[in-house]
C-alpha cells in the first residue's frame, strides 16, 4: 500500500475510533437521563473493524478510485450504513458485544462528517510532493516512456518522477525538460536530490549498465527496481510490453502451496453456501422472469462450454440472458454494448449481475474457485493466445466468478480489453494469496451494488 493510501487508511480508523468514543458523550446531552453507552476496546475494535470493512466494499481504497463530490459523499454514507448493518448482524448470534442503538447511530453519525473531512482534506494533501515517493528512472527511451503514458492524477498518486538519465539509447523517448544529465556520481545526486525509488528502464542494458553504483544505492536504503516490478507494485498490474520470460521463473511470485489450495477451497465452499443460502429467493425471481418474458418456451439456464484450470474445459452455468440460438450461425461472437440479442430481462440480470448466480455451483463442484481469472470460451482462447504473450498462463489457476481483473478494469468485449486485463490476471496468478482473495471479494460488493464494467 502506497504512503497516501497508508495515511487516509489509518487517519480514517482513527476518526472512526474517535467518534465512537464521543458518541457516549455528545449524546447524554440530547437525551435525559442518557443511555449507558459506555463503550469497550472489543466494540471499538469491531465499530472500526466493520465500517472500514464497508470502505473497501464501496470501493473508496481501490486503485485508481476517480470519484467527485457527490461520489464519494454516497460511498461514505453506504460505507457507514453497511458497517452499521454489519454491526447489528453481529450482534445477533453475539449480544455479550452488542451496544445500545442509540449509540451505534450515535457514533455513525459522528463518523460521517469527519469521514469526508478527512476524505476531501487528504486528496488535497497528497497532491504536494512532499507526501509522495521521489522517483528517479535509469532510462529515457521506450520503456521510460510509460511513465509520461500515465495521464491520470489517480495514476500517480503515490510518486512523483525527479527526471530520466539517459542510458545509451538510440532515441529519447521523454520530454526534453525532464532529461537529467548527471554531472556527478549516482549515489551522490541520489542522496542530494532526496530519492526514494531508482527505477531501471533501460531498453537495452547491455549498454552500460551501473551495477556497483546500483548496489551502493541498495546498500544505503533506497528501493532499487525493474520498470516491470515497479508498475506491479504502483498500479497492481504486470506491463506485459516490458515483461521478460525470465521473470516468470527467476522473479518472485508464481509459486504453487498445497497449504494454499486447501484454504482456498475451504473459502470457496463457505462463500458459495452462504451466498446461495442469501440469494435463493432472488434465483428463483431470475428463472420466473426468464420463464414469464419468453412464455415458457426455452431453458432457464444456460450451458457453455468454457476454458478452465490447466486448459481443461468444463460447462458453466448461467442464467440464461439472451434469446434462444443466439448463435445460430455457429459462429462465437463477443457480447456487446447494447446487444441485440439480450433480453430486456436478462439486460436487467446483466446490469446487476444476478445471470452469474448459478456459477456458485460450479464453484461448489471444483470447476471454479470463488476468485480467479474469468474463463473464456475455448474459441477466444485459441484466438487470443496467439496474439497475446502469457495468455495461456493464466489458466495455471482456476478461473473465478470474480477476479482481480473484474474489479480494476470494465467489461471486456474485444482482443484490446482481454490484451489489458491479462495484465490483472498474470498479478493475480503472480501474487495469489488468501489475503488478495479477501480483498477481491470485498471489492467485487462495490462492482455489484454500483452496476461497474456491466453489459
Known sequence: MSSPFLLLFCTEALVLAFAILLS??????????????????????????????????????????????????SRVTGALALGTALMAVLFLPFPGLSMPWQGLLAATGLALPGLLAVRFGIHHLVDHNAFKRRVLVLGAGEGASM?????????????TVVGFVPGGEGRTRVSGESVVRLDEPLPDFVRRHHIDDVVVAYDDPRGGFPADELMHCKMHGLNVLDVADFFEREAGLLRLDVLRPSSFVFGRGFRHSVYRDHAK??????????????????????????????RGR???????????????????????????????????????????????????????????????????????????????????????????????HRHWVKPGLTGWAQIHYPYGASEEDAFEKLKYDLYYVKNQSMALDLLTILQTVEVVLWGRGSR
Open 298 to 392: 426455452g431453458s432457464v439456464i444456460f450451458r457453455q462450454v468454457r476454458t478452465g484450470q490447466h486448459g481443461n474445459p468444463f460447462t458453466l452455468f448461467k442464467f440464461r440472458s439472451m434469446v434462444m440460438d443466439a448463435e445460430r450461425d455457429g459462429v462465437a461472437r463477443w457480447a456487446q454494448k447494447g446487444d441485440p440479442r439480450v433480453t430486456r430481462f436478462g439486460a436487467f440480470m446483466r446490469k446487476t449481475r444476478l445471470d452469474e448466480l448459478p456459477q456458485l455451483f460450479n464453484v461448489l463442484r471444483g470447476d471454479m474457485s470463488f476468485v480467479g481469472p474469468r474463463p473464456e470460451r475455448p474459441e477466444f482462447v485459441e484466438s487470443l493466445a496467439v496474439k497475446l504473450p502469457y495468455y495461456r
Open 265 to 294: 477451497r475451504v473459502l470457496d465452499v463457505v462463500t458459495s453456501l452462504v451466498l446461495l443460502g442469501l440469494t435463493w429467493p432472488l434465483m428463483l425471481v431470475c428463472a420466473l422472469g426468464i420463464a414469464l418474458e419468453d
Open 24 to 73: 457516549g458523550y455528545v449524546l447524554p446531552l440530547f437525551s435525559s437521563p442518557g443511555p449507558d453507552i459506555a463503550v469497550d476496546s472489543i466494540q471499538i475494535a469491531l465499530f472500526m473493524a466493520l465500517h472500514m470493512v464497508g470502505m473497501l466494499c464501496m470501493g473508496l481504497y481501490r486503485r485508481g478510485f476517480r470519484g467527485g463530490v457527490a461520489a464519494v459523499a
Open 147 to 159: 511513465f509520461q503514458r500515465l495521464r491520470r492524477r489517480a495514476d500517480r498518486v503515490g510518486f
